[in-house]
Nanobody, 122 residues
Framework: QVQLVESGGGLVQAGGSLRLSCAAS????????MGWYRQAPGKQRELVAG???????NYADSVKGRFTISRDNAKNTVYLQMNSLKPEDTAVYYC????????????????WGQGTQVTVSS
């Protein structure tokens, strides 16, 4: 198995920035997608940003132009740079990786981090 360890969350004022990191505890043979999701109280979990193996990215409309997802393949790490934060960005942010841990794994794995709290004050 693999553990995804997130860091970088915290409390920030509106207009501020945070950078989230998510590191895998082991090497991953093949990664299909890496992404960040968030879940605010009383709401469903939603995709914030994703990046596929070819490097193409996609973003929720609400964060386009403010958030940037990137990755370091050598470190099996994915980042989320969040700028111009708004109070409505307040949520628990989760890292997600879909991939194969080894060449022998028969099915695509779906792995999640434990979540990191982001709170934006007005």
């Amino acid at each position: 198995q693999v553990q995804l360890v997130e860091s970088g969350g915290g409390l920030v004022q509106a207009g501020g920035s945070l950078r989230l990191s998510c590191a895998a505890s082991r090497s991953i043979f093949s990664i299909y997608t890496m992404g960040w999701y968030r879940q605010a109280p009383g709401k469903q979990r939603e995709l914030v940003a994703g990046i596929i193996s070819a490097g193409r990215t996609n973003y929720a409309d609400s964060v386009k132009g403010r958030f940037t997802i990137s990755r370091d393949n050598a470190k099996n790490t994915v980042y989320l740079q969040m700028n111009s934060l708004k109070p409505e960005d307040t949520a628990v942010y989760y890292c997600n990786i879909n991939g194969y841990l080894t060449s022998f794994q028969p099915t695509l794995g779906d792995y999640w981090g434990q979540g990191t709290q982001v709170t934006v004050s007005s």
